[in-house]
């Protein structure tokens, strides 16, 4: 099983992209993760919103492989603690099928991307920067697949 992490938004922060290669390697013998940014759409004065919405949403659905297991990072999707995160990576890998998770641009998800999601992850009610959200998912990939490894990385 192999993960795809398509996110809108390029060249992230040294520190986040740091960080989110030190967890893809330490991940990559259990779940190899590779990233795919994705141009955001224009914003700005006198531009509307709605179509850059619809047009990251294009390029997301165009960069989803086809048979993947797709869960959509959505504050409005269900909130899982490590724990359950575990329990979830068991169940992706009964089914067979590579992942795929999706970070949307800053309104969020066009409604065909959220349509074709298979699951609806969320990390609370927080607002976070989605840059930083990459490099949580990361770690919680790698802390759940330590977990099911019964590695000693999680400790609660």
């Known amino acids: 099983m192999k993960a795809r992490l ?83 990576m068991e169940t992706w890998r009964s089914a067979g099928r590579d992942l795929c998770f999706l970070i949307g641009g800053p309104e969020g998800h066009a409604p065909e991307v959220l349509a074709r999601a298979d699951e609806q992850w969320s990390f609370g009610p927080l607002t976070l920067p989605h840059m930083l959200v990459r490099l949580v998912l990361a770690e919680q990939l790698y802390r759940a697949n330590a977990m099911l490894a019964n590695h000693p990385y999680h400790r609660a």
Not at 12 to 22: H, Q
Not at 46 to 59: F, H, L, Q, V
């Open 6 to 88: 398509i996110a809108v938004g390029e060249r992230a922060p040294a520190w986040v992209a740091d960080g989110f290669a030190e967890y893809r390697k330490r991940l990559s013998h259990w779940l190899p993760l590779e990233l795919i940014e994705i141009e955001p759409g224009l914003r700005g004065k006198g531009r509307d919103a709605a179509r850059a919405t619809a047009d990251e949403g294009a390029r997301v659905m165009a960069a989803i492989p086809k048979g993947a297991l797709v869960v959509a990072l959505e504050v409005r999707g269900k909130v899982w603690s490590s724990e359950q995160l575990a329990q979830r």
